[in-house]
C-alpha cells in the first residue's frame, strides 16, 4: 500500500483497488503541494472539527461523490454541506468497500467556528492487507496499550507538535505502547507553534525495533 503524506495530518493511503484521504487540510495549509480538485479518493476520514483537519473534506466528497467517514455529529455537519457521509462512533467499526475502519478514542477537542461537532477520534483502519493507525489530534493515553495489544499495526502516524497534542517524548512513549512495525510523525511544522525536530523522534527510538520514517509533504513510501 501505499501512503502519501500531504502535509500537516493529512494523508492519502492507496491500495490496489482503492485510495483514501485522512484530515484532509489542503487549501489552508501552507505545506501542502496539491489541491482539493487533484484528489480522487473513495472515501474521507476526519478525526475531528478543527479547521486543520475538517478542512476541504466536503468539497472533496462532492467531487468525488465519496463519505465522509468519522463521528456522528462531525458527518451530520459534513452532510448538511452538502456532502456524503457515513456516521459511526468511538468503539464501533465498519466494513467499507475499500477496508475497515473502526473508530479510537482521542484525547482532544472538537468544535469549530459554526460546527458542534462532539467527540474528536482516531482511526485504526484495516485496507489493502495492512493496518494503519491514525491517532488523529490526541494526548497520550493508556489505552494504546490495549490498541497495540489487539492491533497488528503496520504503521502508527502519530502527532508530534506539542501544545495542541503530544509532543516527543509522548511519542516515544506511545510507539511503546503501539508496537507499529513503522511510524510517520505528523501535526509538527505546519506553524510556528508546532515546531518541532522530528530527528529527535528517532533518537528516542533507538533499539526499540520500529522503523521510522520522516516523510516530507508531497512525500510517498510504500508500506
Ligand atoms: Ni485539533
Ligand atoms: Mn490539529
Known amino acids: 500500500?501505499?501512503?502519501?503524506?500531504?502535509?500537516?495530518?493529512?494523508?492519502?493511503?492507496?491500495?490496489?483497488?482503492?485510495?483514501?484521504?485522512?484530515?484532509?487540510?489542503?487549501?489552508?495549509?501552507?505545506?501542502?503541494?496539491?489541491?482539493?480538485?487533484?484528489?480522487?479518493?473513495?472515501?474521507?476520514?476526519?478525526?475531528?472539527?478543527?479547521?486543520?483537519?475538517?478542512?476541504?473534506?466536503v468539497e472533496i466528497s462532492k467531487?468525488?461523490?465519496?463519505?465522509?467517514?468519522?463521528?456522528?455529529?462531525?458527518?451530520?455537519?459534513?452532510?448538511?454541506?452538502?456532502?456524503?457521509?457515513?456516521?459511526?462512533?468511538?468503539g464501533g467499526g465498519h466494513d467499507f468497500p475499500f477496508g475497515r475502519v473502526k473508530l479510537t478514542i482521542a484525547h482532544h477537542g472538537s468544535s469549530g467556528e459554526d460546527i458542534q461537532p462532539g467527540a474528536p477520534c482516531g482511526f485504526i483502519i484495516n485496507m489493502g492487507g495492512k493496518t494503519v493507525y491514525h491517532a488523529g489530534d490526541t494526548g497520550l493515553f493508556s489505552d494504546m496499550e490495549l490498541i497495540g495489544e489487539t492491533n497488528p499495526i503496520d504503521l502508527a502516524l502519530l502527532p508530534i507538535g506539542d501544545n495542541f497534542t503530544m509532543g516527543i517524548e509522548d511519542a516515544i512513549l506511545a510507539v511503546g505502547m503501539l508496537r507499529p512495525k513503522r511510524v510517520i510523525p505528523m501535526h509538527y511544522n505546519t506553524f510556528d507553534l508546532i515546531r518541532q525536530d522530528p530527528e529527535l523522534l528517532r533518537k528516542g527510538l533507538v533499539g526499540k525495533d520500529v522503523i521510522m520514517e520522516v516523510l516530507r509533504p508531497g512525500e510517498e513510501t510504500e508500506i
Open 1 to 57: 500500500m501505499k501512503v502519501r503524506f500531504i502535509g500537516h495530518s493529512c494523508f492519502i493511503l492507496e491500495s490496489n483497488n482503492a485510495s483514501i484521504i485522512i484530515d484532509p487540510f489542503i487549501k489552508g495549509n501552507p505545506s501542502a503541494t496539491i489541491k482539493p480538485a487533484d484528489v480522487k479518493v473513495d472515501a474521507i476520514l476526519v478525526t475531528h472539527g478543527h479547521s486543520d483537519h475538517l478542512g476541504d473534506a
Open 63 to 90: 467531487r468525488n461523490n465519496a463519505p465522509v467517514i468519522g463521528t456522528f455529529e462531525l458527518v451530520n455537519y459534513c452532510i448538511s454541506k452538502g456532502a456524503t457521509g457515513h456516521q459511526m462512533h468511538i
